[in-house]
Nanobody, 115 residues
Framework: QVQFVESGGGLVQPGGSLRLSCAASRSISSIYLMGWYRQAPGKQRELVARIISGGMTIYADSVKGRFTISRDNAKNTVYLQMNSLGPEDTAVYYC?????????WGQGTQVTVSS
């Protein structure tokens, strides 16, 4: 089994940036699709971005042009660079396979955008 550990969240002002990391407990080079997800208070978890092993990326409309997903197979890590953050981006962010597998949800990392 694999474990995903998210980090890099925090409190940031509107317009700011954060870079999230998702460290896997084993090699991710064989994982075809990885995704970043988020869950805001009172809302369902949603897919933010996904990345194919070859590097192709797909984004939710709400983050397109502001977020960038990337992966470093050598470091077993998937990243999410988030720019131009707004209050609507406040959520707990998770990584997982895509489609997600329930047993692999980690603790997530909290992102709070507030002045």
């Amino acid at each position: 089994q694999v474990q995903f550990v998210e980090s890099g969240g925090g409190l940031v002002q509107p317009g700011g940036s954060l870079r999230l990391s998702c460290a896997a407990s084993r090699s991710i080079s064989s994982i075809y699709l990885m995704g970043w997800y988020r869950q805001a208070p009172g809302k369902q978890r949603e897919l933010v971005a996904r990345i194919i092993s070859g590097g192709m990326t797909i984004y939710a409309d709400s983050v397109k042009g502001r977020f960038t997903i990337s992966r470093d197979n050598a470091k077993n890590t998937v990243y999410l660079q988030m720019n131009s953050l707004g209050p609507e981006d406040t959520a707990v962010y998770y990584c997982n396979y895509h489609p997600p597998q329930s047993r692999y949800w980690g603790q997530g990392t909290q992102v709070t955008v507030s002045s």
